[in-house]
């Protein structure tokens, strides 16, 4: 699963090296930290409510989009999901 999401992060990594103006990934990394963040919340909310009230399938989509915009928020702040892997590891001690 982790060779997945590293996948993931490169194809951001690289949609926004691309600078290609039709790139949602592009797009969102260049409105700003402010406005990817604010995504990143939006998106954790949606995920709340969403394991709240709402079917295993929509919860589940709405975590892929957490993880996603949480990867380029990630970038936007240089930092990696190996970062936050590091992280998690030191917590497990």
Same mark, same amino acid.
């Given at each position: #699963?982790? =060779?997945?999401?590293? %996948? $993931?992060e =490169? !194809?951001?990594?690289?949609r926004?090296?691309e600078k *290609?103006p039709? /790139? +949602? @990934? +592009? %797009? $969102? +990394? *260049? /409105?700003?930290?402010?406005?990817v963040?604010?995504?990143v919340?939006e998106?954790?909310v949606e995920?709340?409510?969403?394991?709240i009230a709402e079917?295993r399938e929509? !919860? @589940?989509?709405e975590?892929a =989009?957490l !993880? +996603?915009h #949480? $990867? !380029?928020l990630l970038?936007?702040?240089?930092? @990696? $999901? =190996?970062d936050v892997?590091?992280?998690?590891?030191?917590?497990?001690?």
């Amino acid at each position: #699963m982790c =060779d997945f999401l590293k %996948k $993931l992060e =490169d !194809v951001i990594n690289q949609r926004i090296v691309e600078k *290609n103006p039709e /790139s +949602y @990934t +592009y %797009k $969102l +990394y *260049n /409105s700003g930290l402010h406005n990817v963040a604010r995504k990143v919340g939006e998106e954790a909310v949606e995920l709340a409510v969403a394991a709240i009230a709402e079917s295993r399938e929509r !919860v @589940t989509a709405e975590a892929a =989009d957490l !993880v +996603y915009h #949480m $990867l !380029v928020l990630l970038r936007a702040r240089e930092l @990696t $999901l =190996d970062d936050v892997c590091r992280e998690l590891a030191k917590r497990m001690k």
